[in-house]
């Protein structure tokens, strides 16, 4: 704005009464002016370029959210096509092994003239290989866009790069890294599992106002010990059905029973992992009922495996690895672990951890477990009724 204003006043003076004394001057000014001012035109055809391109990748992050629940282990993208400054298609991945959003977004779209001159927007590169569905980068080329423009680049060795090249390579013109970093954030467990090769780590363990996550076991005066109100557990079944595993340690599994499960959310149940390293859970307990695909790691070779509960053995001296780079190989994407106080503080040691989310209910125990002692200050803080949600991102993120 201010640039015009200069630049209008300059053109003015300059382009004006100086021309009849000073021809030469005015000569020099005016081809100056003239340059000052498609400088101008150019940089605001920039920054209105970028700011509608971020507009519109956001839209397409929004999108991409509808696919938490069924579209691991594949990332969670979303697609718009816009003409004229105006969104005339869009789509998002919905399900792994279904169509893509860009497909999905380009088959909503019946007169496919109409997609001359048009941009696609995708928060993830376009595929570039025969997967489950043919290759989306062979698709858009076959159409006459005039520009593709991409958040990020997909880490997978079958893709990365090749799917802008392809695009590129058909005579579309291709923009890159457009919010990057929100993009990885909205795929953390998508990119976690390809960059690390193992799943995206999220701790969980509920404690008291007064930092303990149990109760005095040896003492029969503290009998009630729930810690959360009856919201936050619904947030927690709800956090269930949106990774694909959960795990616990042995003595939780001793001491609470717990099911595992997401009863008080629609959507899929977790894979259910445990650590027995000598049987020590007892045949009764829920998470060997075989109501679900269930891991446990066991150094007992004996243990009896059925059609939906595995006994993987493993080296217990390096107990998380083995664990994690087996769930790995079974394309299990992120885990949430739910304690108890000895697996948490074992992933905390050895800095395997993406997030962190720490409730804390309003009682007191007084006495009892200590919750993990975690030096971090979290990132954000969500108060529902008279607790409290700490969430925290693992420095790197
Ligand atoms: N407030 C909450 O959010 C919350 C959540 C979960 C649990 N809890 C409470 O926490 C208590 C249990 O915590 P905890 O610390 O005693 O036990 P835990 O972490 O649940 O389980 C620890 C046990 O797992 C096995 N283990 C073997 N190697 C291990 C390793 N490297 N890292 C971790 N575990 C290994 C060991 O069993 P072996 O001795 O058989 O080898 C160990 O004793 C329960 O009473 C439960 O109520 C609270």
Redesign the pocket.
Known sequence: MRHGVIFIVVFFIFSGAKIVLFPEMAKFFYYFSSLFALRFQIKLYFCTTMMNDEKYMRRCFALAENGIYYAAPNPMVGCVIVKDDTIISEGFHQCCGENHAERNAILRIDDKTALKGSTLYVNLEPCSHYGKTPPCADLISQYPFERVVVCNLDPNPLVSGRGIEKISKAGIKVTTGVLEKEGRLLNRRFFTFMEKRRPFVIL????TRDGF??ID?NDDSQKT?W?TNQKLKCEVHKWRTQEAAIM??????V??DPQLTARLWHGNNPVRVA????G?IPSTAYILDGSCPTIIYTENSEMKCSEKLQYVVVN?DN??DEILTDLWNRKIQSIIV?????????FIEQQLWDEARV?IGNKMFGKG?K?PSFPFVPNTVEQIDDDFICLYNAPEL
Do not use: C, H, P, S
């Open positions: 969980k363990w509920a404690q996550m149990d076991r010990y810690i616990v340690g042995t003595q939780t599994v001491n609470d650590i027995d390293r000598n020590r217990f107990l998380l739910e304690g108890g106080l000895r697996l948490l503080n074992t409730l477990l919750a």
